[in-house]
Nanobody, 121 residues
Framework: QVQLVESGGGLVQAGGSLRLSCAAS????????MGWFRQAPGKEREFVAA????????NTADSVKGRFTISRDNAKNTVYLQMNSLKREDTAVYYC??????????????WGQGTQVTVSS
């Protein structure tokens, strides 16, 4: 089993920045990616970003590309999501996830409980 615990969410004004953290514990899988999804009220959960175990491969959704950066520190078993130039439409619950790539798509098998990000105008 893998346990994922997110932190760093909160309230921020539009144009501001936040950094989310996700600490992983339990089993580790060297072929697993870690990443982030988000879900806004009334909308489906959507992919945000993912990063390989080595950090050498990343994938970022077009909606956040150029504003959000994913990174990881394997010594701390932690993945980060640096979010800059935040917009109101970034308001959502952000979920950390871990799992393999399946047919070039991130297929999480483990999820965190989520952290709320609210962007005000």
């Amino acid at each position: 089993q893998v346990q994922l615990v997110e932190s760093g969410g909160g309230l921020v004004q539009a144009g501001g920045s936040l950094r989310l953290s996700c600490a992983a514990s339990g089993r580790t899988f060297s072929n697993y990616f870690m990443g982030w999804f988000r879900q806004a009220p009334g909308k489906e959960r959507e992919f945000v970003a993912a990063i390989s175990w080595s950090g050498g491969s990343t994938n970022t959704a077009d909606s956040v590309k150029g504003r959000f950066t994913i990174s990881r520190d394997n010594a701390k078993n932690t993945v980060y999501l640096q979010m800059n130039s935040l917009k109101r439409e970034d308001t959502a619950v952000y979920y950390c996830a871990s799992g393999p790539m399946v047919v070039a798509r991130f297929a999480p098998r483990y999820w965190g409980q989520g952290t709320q990000v609210t962007v005000s105008s």
